[in-house]
């Protein structure tokens, strides 16, 4: 007990000898600005070694604080209030102590500080990259393409595709809007570079994720352009025409207007592009590839690309041509109207009009290897397209109230197209025996409109994250048409002729699709963390596909004798029911969501021809995760896991016959099962202001089951391939890109470099056995930037690609390189006389394939000069100075290699004025 005692008594004596040795810390805040004490500023201790807070308190009115019973020792004095700077400064507390009276500096004068010292074209606000648009110098009256091209982290291809930290952008802003619809390509190559403040890139979530604030990973990589305030007044805009000269073909001409004009809220902008240089309006989002049957497409283009896409799959099933290849000459015209009415009302109304005259010829040759054996295809293609199209969009979202509002976004588009193909073709074999020939001619009328509505409705109840929101999606796609084919076909066997064919047919089709899918998503919050999703989903697809095929009689001298094995009407009906759930967690570093969907299926197919049904039902899931990871500003990391299914076409379904190409015909399965996707993606993006660095890294996965894909029964002896749809399993794509930006600032250069690596393995199927094809394509890519303000300015971009591809079906390994050299440079005399080179060099190594190797070097110039600040500009331009401008395009996909010598528009010149025009409202500041 006396032990005890003893204790108690010594810890008590220990305590107060530790409180009677305790400190006060006192002292007053003062803004130096206005001479005025600072109240309700935070005065805290930190520790130093952990900056653990030990102590705080509040400046009273008068700006003074006291913090009381501080234990002795070294702190950290942390002053922060909304509208000051943070000060941080490193005290010792041994007594009782006043500190000397803290000046904060306010924010707003910091930020000028900064942005005058510093000049830092780059920001990272949040998730969004921010370029500062005059900190990047282009030439006098450039577009704002000229302006991505400068831009650290951002790629402009040769045929406009733009990429952003290694994706491909999808849509292009204007202050946040829309720009005619939904074409990324007219904003950069319409708009003038100096109307642009701020380029801003971001991962744009889809609306119903910006709404209910959780992530579904649907988003699009965007890029909006931000105009300057004095921009958005008055007028301005550009008229450029110019002609040339040439020998053996036709003048070169354009003739291109683009105006805009603002007031308050509304702004009106149209635009006229006319000639016969390549230049077109269309999306670079289209399928590069002409046709529209449902052939699965797979190939390494010319960089190491892989491309695996479904040819005529766009959205309103349409054929791009590529103004690269031919002779295009096209007329676009455009208008957008875009208001806003007391923060309310929102309206935004955009047609376009194109015209495209079309011709091309091209000498294509195909390897097939089967097994021990060689097929090798020569055709000569001739190629006529005459066709137009009315495109109307329009976008009107109503704020009903606080808490309510409807967005309604409807598009109506019509084409018209004719076109004659005329190809002949001979086959052999590996030791040049005749397998068969083809000479046929193919001439297509048709008439085809789509239409799209999107509903969104959302409400917004009194209990914060406490939502529900409707939305409802319509799509409609007609085409009626005739084609008449004439061809005549024959056939060898040990190169003697077999069998011989004569066709002249007329098909008169009609196909009719229509889409209704209607979600209704209900969100709750469980607690400040932590939310629910509710969701279900209807989805409706039907469509008809009606073909009646006839032969010419000439008895009759009319197209009157139906052909009953290519003709077929075929309905489908596909219903799908899918509920679905997912939680939801955030904080301030933190996002997470995980949850899946439950989808049920009903196939209801229907061959009207021969009365025959195909009726099947199918439990599918639909999971889905997002992980979103922000360890400190600027510095994020996401994970993102997707599982979807995809429903064959109807063209893929119909079990109907193209004979358009006697010796390569396809034919739809209506056995096909739908397709799941696992994809499973994580990506990494950072930035550090100090060294005024970026880096990005994401990797990717992609496996399918059922998917897709084809088997082509192919007879050796006559070269005849048919080619049908069916399910695979065992396809995965697995890929890598990075990159690192940076600034050198010893020698004021800027740096880019990007490595990137891309694996896929696919199965199709080839004279009834599977056939596994590998693909391995690593590269490099390095960017280099210099340049001073009406001196010159330099950037050069080297695309390095190594390629490697195998296939079970023979023992024959491809392996080679590409290498793309880039550069773009523009020196200034004088200030108003400027030179602007491009210039590109190709290289692609040859293979046992191909005994050449592929070596092009493109030099296009322009010599210019400006009058009265810019505003007036005559110029000469010479486009592939060097006349290299070859059309060769090298492809292989499992046992299929090609090659493809399309007609290009090679060495041509111009000589053109451009006046660009504004009111004295829109000046450049």
Avoid: C
């Amino acid at each position: 007990m006396r032990k005890l005692f003893t204790l108690l008594t010594g810890i008590f004596i220990v305590s107060a000898s530790s409180i009677a040795q305790t400190a006060t810390v006192s002292g007053s805040v003062l803004d130096p600005n206005e001479k005025k004490p600072v109240q309700n500023a935070v005065i805290a201790l930190l520790t130093p070694k952990d900056s653990i807070l030990y102590k705080f308190t509040r400046t009273n009115a008068q700006g003074k604080y006291t913090i009381k019973d501080v234990m002795p020792g070294d702190y950290i004095l942390m002053t922060t209030h909304p509208y000051f700077a943070d000060l941080l400064d490193n005290v010792v507390i041994k007594n009782n102590v006043e500190i000397p009276e803290l000046a904060l500096i306010s924010k707003a004068k910091l930020l000028q500080e900064v942005i005058i010292k510093t000049g830092s074209p780059i920001k990272i606000k949040g998730d969004t990259t921010v370029y500062t648009a005059d900190s990047f110098k282009v030439s006098a009256n450039a577009n704002v393409e000229e302006l991505l091209k400068k831009l650290p982290g951002i790629q402009v291809d040769k045929d406009g595709k733009i990429k952003a930290m290694g994706e491909t952008v999808q849509k292009v802003l204007v202050d946040g809007e829309e720009f005619f619809g939904d074409d990324p390509g007219m904003a950069v190559k319409n708009l003038r570079a100096d109307a642009v403040k701020e380029v801003q890139v971001f991962d744009k979530k889809s609306d119903q994720a910006e709404f209910t604030g959780i992530d579904d990973g649907k988003t699009q990589k965007t890029i909006n352009l931000k105009l300057k305030e004095d921009k958005k007044t008055g007028y301005f805009g550009k008229l450029d025409a110019a002609g040339g000269l040439l020998k053996g073909i036709d003048p070169r001409y354009k003739d291109n207007l683009m105006f805009s004009t603002f007031k308050g809220k509304r702004k009106f902008t149209g635009f006229l592009l006319n000639g016969n240089t390549g230049q077109d309006g269309l999306s670079w989002q289209d399928e590069q590839k002409y046709g529209s049957n449902d052939n699965m497409t797979m190939s390494m283009d010319d960089d190491g690309g892989v491309m695996m896409f479904w040819s005529g799959n766009t959205t309103d099933d349409e054929p791009y041509l590529d103004p690269q290849n031919g002779y295009l000459t096209s007329v676009n015209a455009g208008a957008q109207y875009s208001n806003k009415w007391s923060d309310k009302y929102t309206f935004n109304f955009s047609p376009k009009y194109n015209r495209q005259n079309y011709t091309n010829y091209k000498n294509s040759f195909t390897q097939t290897q089967v097994k021990d054996s060689v097929l090798n295809q020569f055709a000569d293609d001739q190629t006529n397209i005459n066709r137009h199209n009315i495109k109307t969009r329009v976008v009107f979202d109503l704020k009903l109230d606080s808490m309510n509002s409807l967005k309604l976004t409807a598009n109506a588009n019509f084409y018209h197209t004719e076109s004659n193909q005329v190809t002949n073709s001979i086959s052999r074999g590996n030791t040049g025996t005749l397998k068969n020939s083809s000479n046929r001619s193919l001439q297509t009328n048709s008439d085809k409109n789509a239409v799209t509505g999107n509903l969104i409705f959302k409400h917004k109840f009194l209990k914060p994250r406490r939502t529900l929101s409707v939305t409802a999606d319509w799509n409609i796609l007609n085409t009626q048409g005739e084609n008449y084919l004439k061809s005549f076909n024959q056939a060898y066997y040990q190169g003697n002729p077999s069998g011989s064919q004569t066709l002249n047919q007329m098909k008169d089709y009609e196909t009719a699709t229509q889409t209704l899918s209607t979600k209704i998503t209900y969100t709750e919050p469980l607690s400040k963390l932590y939310s629910l999703e509710l969701g279900y989903q209807l989805g409706v697809n039907s469509g008809n596909n009606d073909q009646l095929t006839y032969s010419y009689s000439a008895g009759s001298g009319k197209y009157d004798l139906v052909v009953d094995s290519l003709t077929n009407q075929f309905k489908q009906n596909i219903v799908q029911n899918i509920p679905s759930a997912k939680i939801n967690f955030a904080n301030k570093k933190l996002k997470i969501n995980v949850g899946s969907g439950f989808g049920f299926t009903n196939f209801d197919l229907k061959d009207i021809t021969f009365n025959k049904d195909y009726k099947r039902n199918y439990l599918n899931f639909y999971p889905t995760g997002n992980l979103t990871y922000t360890y400190k500003p600027n510095h994020s990391l996401r994970l993102y896991y997707n599982g979807n299914t995809t429903q064959p076409t109807i063209n893929q379904l119909q079990p109907l016959r193209n004979n358009n190409d006697y010796f390569n015909q396809y034919i739809g399965n209506p056995d096909l099962k739908p397709s799941f996707t696992n994809s499973f993606n994580i990506s990494h993006n950072s930035y550090n202001f100090i060294k005024d660095m970026y880096t990005y890294q994401s990797v990717y996965i992609r496996q399918t089951s059922n998917a897709i894909t084809n088997n082509r029964t192919i007879n050796i002896d006559s070269g005849k391939t048919v080619t049908q749809p069916v399910n695979t399993s065992g396809n995965i794509t697995v890929g890598f890109y990075g990159g690192m930006g940076f600034k050198i600032k010893k020698i004021d250069t800027r740096l880019n470099i990007s490595p990137n690596l891309n694996y896929i393995k696919s199965v199709d199927v080839i004279n009834g056995s599977q056939s596994f094809s590998k693909t391995f394509t690593p590269g490099m890519s390095v960017w280099i930037s210099k340049g001073q303000e009406k001196k010159y300015d330099v950037s050069v971009n080297d695309q390095f690609n190594y390629n490697s591809n195998t296939t079970t079906q023979n023992d024959t390994k491809i392996n080679y390189i590409t290498n793309r050299l880039s550069v773009n440079a523009t020196v200034y005399i004088k200030k108003v006389w400027s030179i602007i080179n491009e210039y590109e060099f190709f290289y692609r190594q040859k293979t046992l394939q191909f005994n050449d190797a592929i070596n092009t070097h493109i030099l296009n110039a322009r010599l210019q000069r400006t009058f009265k600040k810019d505003e007036f500009t005559v110029y000469f331009t010479v486009r592939d100075l060097l006349n290299q401008n070859v059309g060769i395009q090298r492809n292989f996909y499992s046992n299929t290699y090609s090659e493809v010598i399309n007609d290009r528009l090679k060495r041509y010149f111009l000589i053109g004025f451009t006046w660009d025009f504004k009111n004295k409202g829109a000046k450049t500041k």
